[in-house]
Nanobody, 123 residues
């Protein structure tokens, strides 16, 4: 059984930092893994994705230069370091896996999802 468990969310002031973790179990072979978010009243969007080979990486324009995606293969864990957080980064953040190659940013082809974790940026 494939499980993705997010951790590290919470509330932070604007300009602050958080580091999200996504621990994967039950699956070691996949094409890509990524972070997505959904704010109230908005569609889920891709934040950052990385292929398993790490040859391909994607960042949404809104987070470029502020967020960094990384992986620790020994722990089967993915991270999202979020710096210079803004109120518009407030959302539920999800990690997800795309098992078969279908496009790094193709959210509809990510077929294993975590339960999501809240990130709130507020003063």
């Amino acid at each position: 059984q494939v499980q993705l468990v997010e951790s590290g969310g919470g509330e932070v002031q604007p300009g602050g930092s958080l580091k999200l973790s996504c621990e994967v179990s039950g699956l070691t072979d996949y094409y890509a893994i990524g972070w997505f978010r959904q704010a109230p009243g908005k569609q889920r969007e891709a934040v950052s994705c990385i292929s398993k080979t790490e040859l391909s990486t994607y960042y949404a324009d809104s987070v470029k230069g502020r967020f960094t995606i990384s992986r620790d293969n020994s722990k089967n864990t993915m991270y999202l370091q979020m710096n210079s957080l803004k109120p518009e980064d407030t959302a539920v953040y999800y990690c997800a896996i795309q098992t078969w190659p279908a496009g790094l940013m193709a959210i509809e082809y990510y077929n294993h999802w975590g339960q999501g974790i809240q990130v709130t940026v507020s003063s």
